[in-house]
Structure formats: structure tokens, C-alpha cells
């Protein structure tokens, strides 16, 4: 998740911060270009923005038939498109390509993740022709993390060295979307550095990025301002990880740095085990999150679904996303 991994409709959040946990109620965002086209207004609501969903591969029959039916359950919300995470070093990458393949074969656009690191040029030019067999348009090119043990190796340094190898070998046959980090790659020396890696994978063909997750709206449009002061007109494209699980949650954030403000997590911490009270909980701070963003004008949303359908379901009926009903 980027790889996470909002708006603004009123600044005050629907569970927002306490004593001690500052707003920005100056900031205003609500005319700012976050990516290519303005944000829709109040009257057009969440159903007009695009959202597009992510998945990881299953390991078993089972997860497979379960993905499965997760992904019949939140087609009806109309995603552009859906994309599949690819493992450390390349490590479910027959995976991914077969449930890239049956999403493409129920009718729905999806984008494939695709790692560099480790890799040759002539394997990455190999895998390119395959998913062009597979009619896959659409593709998530990232660095990229090698398995525990293994050194570093390979043809491509950086995410940058990827896009322009696809670019350099395949013209315009792929929409790349990149990663990008409100609050900082936890690798990148300073906030500006991880800027310019940023800037390096635009310059070199990418046509979008989707962020890491985050909790604080502020950090993405600071994100974008940033991006716009270099001249990075590209969409940014918030990603948003929806709260099911306290303890799931802590434990990807602390793999992946993405930072949980201290007034989200000291609350979900006095829930303890109190399944329902966390998850309302969370799906408060989530809607509120994806509000902020919308009011911003953002260019859509998307989402890491952790291969679950309910909770997707409840956030995108309170925030009325998905197609108009009649």
C-alpha cells in the first residue's frame, strides 16, 4: 500500500481532536487543485467522485473464493478501477497477475502492481509483454521491498529507473501511477529529498501517484502545495485505509511509517477489545477524513480494502459514494 494506505465540508471533524490536538481552521482548501479537476460541490455530493479499490492476493483456494465474492460485493459502488498489490521481491507475482486476470474478466479495469527491486531489465521487459497479453493498461510501479535475507541486486535502483524502463519500452501502453508520501517516505533523508524522488518518477513518466495512507488531511494538501511549488501537475490521489481493527492497524502503520495521531490512537486504546465501539469509531474518523479531502477537490479517492467488503460498505454509504441510485 502506498504500500496507505481529507475534505473539509465543515472543519469541525464528526470525532475529532481534543484538548491538545490542534485543528487548522484557517487552512482553506476548498478551491485547491489536489489533482487534475476541481473537487465536486456540496450539490453533486460523494457520488460523483471516482474512487478505485485495492487488493492482495490471496493465498489459498479459499481466500481466493472469499476475494471473490468481496469484490462482487463492492463492484457496486463503480470503481474505476481495481489494483493488486505485488509481494517483497516479487514474491506473489503469479498471484497478483491471476487475480489481475479475473478482475479483467468480470468487467473491470485493474492496474497491477509492479516492483523493481531485485529485477533485470530483461524480466521486467518480459513481464511488461505478459500483462500487455493480458490486456492490463493500467499499472502501480513502485521500488519495491526484497524478502528478509536477500541482498539488494538488480538492474533498477529506484521507482524513477522503473517508470522510464516501461516508458523507454513500451510508449504510452500503460497508465503508471506511482507512490507518494504525505508525511514523508520513512526511508527519505528529509521531507525535501523524498519530494524530488517524487518529482524524479514524474519527470520520468508517471502519470498519477496515489499516496500512503494517513489521518491528517493537513499533511496531504501540504503534500500537494508542495508538489505544485516544483511544478508536479499530476493528480494526487489520497489513499485511504478505512479502521477495522485497532491492533491491525498499529502494526501496519509501524511497518510502513504512516503516523496515527496520538488523539486516534489513545481513543481507539480506551475501546480495548470492544470490536464495535473501534470500528464505529474508526469509520467516523474515516468519513470525516475522506470529507475534508472532498471539500478540498481532490481527484478521487483510494481505498485499501485489506480484501473485506463491510467496512467499505458502511463508509461509502455515509459518505454516499458509489453510483446515483434512480
Not at 469541525?12 to 476548498?30: F, I, K, L, M
Not at 457520488?47 to 457496486?76: C, H, W
Not at 464495535?276 to 468519513?287: C, E, N, Q
Not at 480494502?305 to 467499505?312: G, H, V, Y
Request: proline share 6%; with cysteine.
Amino acid at each position: 500500500m502506498q504500500g496507505a494506505p481529507r475534505p473539509e465540508a465543515a472543519r469541525v471533524p464528526v470525532a475529532g481532536p481534543g484538548a491538545g490536538e490542534p485543528t487548522d481552521p484557517q487552512r482553506n482548501t476548498s478551491n485547491r487543485k489536489a489533482g487534475m479537476v476541481s473537487g465536486p460541490t456540496r450539490k453533486d455530493s460523494m457520488t460523483t467522485l471516482p474512487i478505485s479499490l485495492e487488493f492482495f492476493p490471496p493465498k489459498t483456494a479459499e481466500g481466493a473464493d472469499k476475494l471473490r465474492l468481496v469484490r462482487q460485493q463492492l463492484y457496486g459502488l463503480g470503481p474505476e478501477f481495481c489494483s493488486v498489490t505485488y509481494g517483497a521481491g516479487g514474491s506473489t507475482q503469479q498471484g497478483t497477475f491471476d487475480t489481475v486476470s479475473q478482475i479483467l474478466a468480470e468487467g473491470v479495469d485493474a492496474a497491477s502492481h509492479f516492483s523493481c527491486i531485485g529485477a533485470t531489465r530483461a524480466s521486467v521487459a518480459e513481464q511488461l509483454g505478459q500483462l500487455k497479453r493480458m490486456g492490463v493498461s493500467r499499472l502501480v510501479a513502485l521500488r519495491g521491498d526484497l524478502p528478509s535475507g536477500y541482498g539488494t541486486g538488480g538492474e533498477f535502483q529506484y521507482a524513477s529507473d522503473l517508470v522510464a524502463f516501461i516508458r523507454e519500452t513500451t510508449g504510452d501502453d500503460f497508465h503508471i501511477e506511482v507512490a507518494c508520501y504525505p508525511e514523508t517516505h520513512p526511508q527519505a533523508r528529509s521531507p525535501e529529498h523524498d519530494l524530488q524522488a517524487l518529482a524524479a518518477k514524474v519527470k520520468a513518466g508517471a502519470d498519477s501517484a496515489i499516496t500512503q495512507y494517513f489521518y491528517n488531511a493537513d499533511a496531504y494538501f501540504r503534500l500537494v502545495d508542495d508538489a505544485r511549488r516544483l511544478g508536479l501537475d499530476v493528480p494526487l490521489v489520497p489513499g485511504i485505509m478505512p479502521i477495522a481493527s485497532s491492533s491491525q492497524l498499529m502494526r501496519f502503520s509501524d511497518a510502513c511509517g504512516a503516523e496515527i495521531p496520538r488523539w486516534i490512537r489513545l481513543r481507539l486504546q480506551s475501546y480495548g477489545d470492544d470490536v464495535a465501539s473501534i470500528r464505529a469509531f474508526g469509520l467516523d474518523v474515516v468519513a470525516d477524513l475522506c470529507e475534508r479531502l472532498r471539500a478540498g477537490g481532490v481527484p478521487s479517492l483510494h481505498f485499501y480494502t485489506m480484501n473485506q467488503s463491510a467496512t467499505m460498505l458502511s463508509l461509502c454509504e455515509r459518505l454516499g459514494l458509489g453510483p446515483v441510485k434512480a
